[in-house]
DNA sequence: CGCATGTGGATTTTT
DNA sequence: TCCACATGCG
């Protein structure tokens, strides 16, 4: 992709604070990208001098991976999750120890604490009321209690619980997640007051991710790291807020840009829709405003009427069939839906029918019993610095300890004499253990670690990431069609979309007030603008699950009607439907001993196929020679950036003004 | 303790 | 709307 203006205008900018407006499919991430290198090359800011902040792995993943493919190796003073970030300043930089805390902290989940708060209750007879959504409890109420509130929100002895656990949290030196942005805040700003400046800590720039995703102690973070000097850069979009129910809030975004007298620039040109879904999609945006559209007119949305979720699971079915034939790629094609809930039908049904289709369902280690345990003792082990003390191999520094096998260390800390060695599943146990203890070895040799610092800080982060050792995510490479909530939809982008189910009681859901009513306004609009040349919107007539209302949605009447292709049933289904259950086989055979481009071209009408791979330039091309991808064909390029493709890595870009690039 | 009555939450999920 | 839990009364 090359820079638009308002891209190069964001980059280019040369404000203490700036906030950039960016709207769904603008290029948000390619700017953050471009705003790096551009500091670093052209602006000389050392990479050991920038913060970069994230809100979720996979985000940070994806710009560290791109930002590879482009500068190389870089070392940031910070880069990643608020709370990883967060995490490497109380390790590397912040006196801790002031406040009791040692060194060799852990980091608990919010399931370990509340296991903690109930231990604490039952040790101080506390009266707590609804334990059974104790969590749930501690995290809402966790704002209130430390922003001075006096009562609970029942009267029960819940503040009393959280000082006590606050107590012994620091008794067993472990911090929540929550814990590690508070205490760096509360160390960040003690040291500016105290102003003795003895803090190693001197960011230059401060760039963030998503910034509309931010709670209040994240924004606090963002405010203290900007006091130590830093320029800041965020981008976000408060059209793309649906975590509010977990702190942020749609006016943060704005809240930010008065705190930092921050100046916003917009990113209003989107790449990735049809003119008709972005239409459609503006009609769901909180501050109807300059979202653009650069791609033609495309093909009506369609508006479908099933009687059921299993009538239509099975048009689905259908359409997928149909669409595949058709050559479209599985990938290509996602289902979203409003409940976790709402796959099962789907599941059964493309399982019979032979379509492959992954689920996204957020899974941890924390499903696996075995290794849930077995993390929880070494967590609790590795406070010990003692641990391997009178171990059988010869050092403790892991780089030099090759040799040693997790097979090893199991037998060390004596596993088995934990384990029911009688029972079925004692082998497939024992395997899985040996698995994470391999991959904890690993780590420790690849950080330089002592073996027990190396599993210590495995054990921290993979508390923020999760482990996903055992059951690989849901890969969005493979050629499968994914099912998932709209909120799991956020970031991702589709050719064919069908959100199912838009009925008042799921899409909306029924909500409280108008702030949820607005938060449900914008899940749709995430959920319509990921796709990108075929959206198809189905409600039911008759619908299975409780609380949901028969019939459409207002949010499809919200849509204007020359922008709908209404449909009581697809064609497609009604040709092979006898007695209102759809006859796959028959229509798999039609289709099969038919002329498909012709079937389908009457079935569908004359649907434009999304052209794959087409590439315009027909010339001659001009080739180019780059350090680490070898030589290359230009494919792309504008006054600023260049794209070429590589036979080993693919399509990279480049910005011109850093010539890395020698053309040939 | 059993029963009647009252109240509030359900759903989405990252670190 | 329905269900689980809290509270109050006999």
Redesign the pocket.
Known sequence: MELNKYQRAAVLDESDACIVNAKVGSGKTTVLISKVLYLHEVKHISYDKMIVL???????DEIRERLLAQSGNCMFEGF?????VA?YLLREKLPIEELGYKPEFAVI??EEEEELALELIKEQKL???????LK?RL?QEREPYENGSREP????DLFLLMRLLGQEKLKRNEF???D?IRVTNYLLKKELQSGTGRLDFHPEWLIVDEVQ?C?AIQIEFLTLLKQYGASFFAVGDPNQV??S???SSSRIFYRLKDEFHARELSLPLNYRSSNVILEAAKHFQQNADDLTGTREFGDLIVVKNQYNSFQEANDLAVQIHLLAKRGIPYREIAIFY?????SEQLEKVFATEEIPFEV???K?VQDVPILNWFLKKMKQDCQNRELFAGAPWKTERAIEVLDVSAQEIYDFLNVNEHLRQNSVGYQDEREQILAMLDRMLRYAKEQHLTLIDGFRQFLNSS????INILQKEVDMAEDSVKL?????SKGLEFSYVFIIGVNYGLIP????DFE?ED??RR?FFVGMTRAKDHLELSYYTNPDL??VAEGASRYIQMIPQHLIQDESRSDAAKEFTTDGRVDLQKMRKEVEKSDTMHTLAALFGAANTPTVGANADEAAPRRVRHEKYGVGVIVGEDENMIEAEFENYGKKEFMKMFSELEML
């Open positions: 994230t809100f979720t792995n996979k985000a940070a990643g999750t608020f709370h990883s995490l989940t919010p009266k707590i009321k609804y334990q059974n959504r749930k995290e929100r029942y009267q029960d929540t997640f929550r590690i995703d709670d649906i975590y129910w977990r702190g409003r409940l976790q809930s709402q996204s369902v957020k941890t508390a923020l990431y999760g998932m909530t709209l909120h799991a859901l029924r909500t409280q949820e938060e449900e899940l409780p609380r």
